[in-house]
């Protein structure tokens, strides 16, 4: 095989975060316009296969860029990788999130969902994060009743449409964690305007 056959296969079959590119995309990265440039971002923690990859084909379809990782270390890792990028274009402003949102599930293998949530909340306080776990509500706010910030929650079972309309701000969720421990989003919301 030769020598770009071989990188532009590497770079359709991924690299590892979940990112894979289609050949129409290949001549835009090779200009330096990456096509996912312009299109908001979302990180993914999920360890079930099927179910990451349909989150990641719902997003995506819905206009963002998504990257999928299936334990929480490589979460972490991945997070980190794209906080530096971030910071080194844009420095490191108070508010700074790279990602539009964080879809962590609570039980992950290597670190757990709100192990991930404390990290982030360390480096970047004001990052948008969405528990998404079929684990018992109640375990789920006894490990965030001591998160800094409050973060969402949607318990599964729930369809796709409930998924990217919680994910694009159509809809709102259950808060959970930070100053407020456990509330409505529509009453966090007005927590914050009082």
Known sequence: MFPEAHDTKKR???????????????????EGL?????????????DHQSIGETYKMMLELEGYDVTLSSDGQDCVEAFN??????CLCHGQAEDSHPFEVVILDYHLPRKD???????IQSV???????????????????????LDQSVELMTKPF????????????RTTETI????????AGRFQEQLVQ
């Open 12 to 30: 359709l079959e991924g690299d590892g975060f979940g990112h894979t590119e289609q050949p129409h995309q290949l001549h835009l990265q090779q």
């Open 34 to 46: 990456p096509p996912e440039a312009n299109r908001p971002r979302v990180l993914i923690a999920e």
């Open 81 to 86: 990788h794209i906080f530096k990028l971030t």
């Open 113 to 119: 969902g709100i192990e991930i949530v404390k990290h």
């Open 124 to 146: 970047a306080p004001h990052q948008r994060i969405i528990v998404a776990s079929s684990y018992p509500r109640e375990v789920i706010l006894r490990a965030a009743g001591d």
């Open 159 to 170: 369809d796709l449409e409930q998924f990217a309309d919680t994910v694009s701000k159509r």
């Open 177 to 184: 964690g930070g100053n407020n421990k456990t509330c409505s």
